[in-house]
């Protein structure tokens, strides 16, 4: 999950400011002490002390221990639900016995034969049986390789250079996608990435298919649309439903190839994901996450004839050029295993309406915390995630507005106030309950009534406390 330009703003010296001469977040430290040793540590090791972005905290992150169903501990012991979910990959939360029992057995047989084996093979015939658009699969070791490989194939096929992506919409990290608009909404290519590669991407709003046909008009070179269907950074700047219809017969219409970036969504918003819920098959798919149960691992998927461009041609057929794909851990034993039992799991039982119906209850009850302490935020999200839009510029928004797409994406993408994310945070970690970056969360099939009133309980109060900090 990001925190690239366009789906989260950067930490600033003056985040980090405010967040001294904070009673919260004195506290913070007093109840997190292992975990500020390791961080002092840790900076000496790695770039501003972390292995991910998302993970970044000021004044230090949390370090766990261990885990197990929707809970986790940390080092100084204590306990806290968990709204990280493995950065989205734990639909059955930690450990699900199924899960830990495939990769017991495996790990003893092996962890890497660098050669074929079945798992990969029934791995792969699950998710054709699951994604209504998987004729063929490839597999990848994460989901920045998949999307990498999607618009590979996307331009091989077509022969176009051009990818359309949407604003606010998170596709990994890779030199494609690892930038965000500038003020003149042309593509601002990052540090490292090269302008001329950015200058292939356009990044378009989302909800506006009158703007996208003139995209189109403007480049006939444009080879692919990629976009998470149910919305930027798992719903945080949603897409609305009829966008996506209007989506699919564009792109059909044009012949240009349509890319669902279901590394979030896929096996989440139901079993075969954002494609089966809305009834549209997209040309290609990208899956992670909850692919590998948990483990290591990511897949292409889609039409058989857009695979052709990976199979070797045949002894004494035509010369053709094949696009090449290699990756050491591509379909990894312990990845297929723990994969094929989520994958049943997930084929077999209600957990994803499960994790749904958990987060509608979670997102009304945040709400009605929100309403009752007078402050100008929103709630809201779908399917099995929750977002908390902090409304820097307190404007009337509603969640129905967010979810119409009425309220502006860069609204919803706007930096909060200085360090007040970073205390929100610390604050649901001072009552028991960690959330993810964005801010908010992905929810699991074993959240439990028992979380959700400790999750209420905390939201509460971490708002009194930030109230009286006059940080609301």
């Known amino acids: 999950m990001p925190t690239q330009t366009d789906r989260a703003p950067r ?83 930690h450990n699900h016995p199924r899960v830990v029992a495939a990769i017991e057995e495996q790990l003893r047989r092996g ?18 049986r699951l994604v209504p658009s998987a004729e063929r699969v490839r597999f990848t070791s994460s989901g920045t390789e998949a999307t990498l490989l999607a618009l590979r194939l996307a331009r091989a ?11 606010g919409h998170f596709h990994g990290w890779h030199d494609h996608v690892a930038f965000g608009l500038g003020p ?17 991407m356009i990044i378009a709003p989302p909800n506006d298919a009158a703007v996208l046909e003139r995209i189109f008009d403007e480049n006939p070179d444009a080879a692919a649309v990629i976009l998470e269907p149910t919305g930027g950074s798992w719903g945080q700047t949603p897409i609305v439903p009829q966008f996506l219809r209007e989506l699919r017969e564009l792109t059909a219409r044009r012949g240009v190839l349509l890319i669902f970036d279901e590394v979030i969504s896929g096996f989440r918003v139901s079993p075969g994901g954002a494609q089966q819920h809305f009834g549209i098959r997209p040309d290609l798919t990208t899956l992670a996450k909850i692919l590998a149960g948990g483990l290591p691992g990511g897949a292409i998927a889609g039409r058989a004839d857009l695979f052709e461009a990976l199979s070797f041609p045949s002894t004494g057929g035509p010369r053709r050029d094949k696009v090449p794909h290699h990756g050491t851990y ?12 989520a994958l049943e799991l997930v084929a077999t039982t209600d957990a994803c309406q499960k994790a749904n119906d958990y987060a509608a209850r979670l997102r009304s009850r945040l709400q009605a915390v929100v309403d009752e302490a007078g402050a100008p935020w929103v709630v809201y ?6 977002h908390i839009f902090t409304n820097p510029e307190g404007q009337p928004v509603t969640q129905a507005d967010i979810a119409s797409g009425r309220c502006e994406w860069r609204s919803i993408k706007a930096p909060a106030k200085p360090g007040l994310i970073s205390k929100l945070r610390a ?42 900090e006059g940080e609301i």
């Open 111 to 128: 962890t890497h034969y660098g050669s074929g084996h079945e798992l990969e093979i029934r791995w792969g015939e699950l998710v054709q």
């Open 184 to 200: 003149d909404n042309r593509p601002l290519s990052s540090p490292g990435v090269l302008a001329e590669l950015a200058e292939q």
């Open 157 to 167: 096929a077509t022969g176009k250079p051009k990818i359309v992506r949407f604003a």
């Open 381 to 386: 999200g779908t399917f099995s995630g929750f």
């Open 330 to 341: 591509n379909a990894n034993p312990l990845s297929a295993a723990a994969g094929i039992a």
């Open 11 to 93: 930490t600033s010296a003056a985040a980090t400011a405010s967040t001294s001469g904070s009673a919260l977040l004195d506290e913070y430290r007093r109840l997190t002490s292992t975990s500020a040793r390791l961080a002092e540590r840790a900076r000496q090791v790695f770039p501003s002390g972390v292995t991910h972005d998302s993970r970044y905290l000021e004044p230090y992150p949390l370090y766990v221990e261990r885990a197990a169903g929707s809970r986790k501990w940390d080092v100084d012991g204590r306990e806290y639900v968990d709204y990280t979910g493995g950065h989205g990959a734990l639909l059955f939360g």
């Open 427 to 468: 604050g649901m970690i001072v009552h028991g309950v960690e959330i993810f970056s964005w801010p908010g969360g992905p929810t699991s099939s074993v959240h439990s009534d028992d979380d959700l009133e400790r999750t209420v309980a905390a939201f509460r109060g971490t708002l009194r406390r930030l109230r009286d």
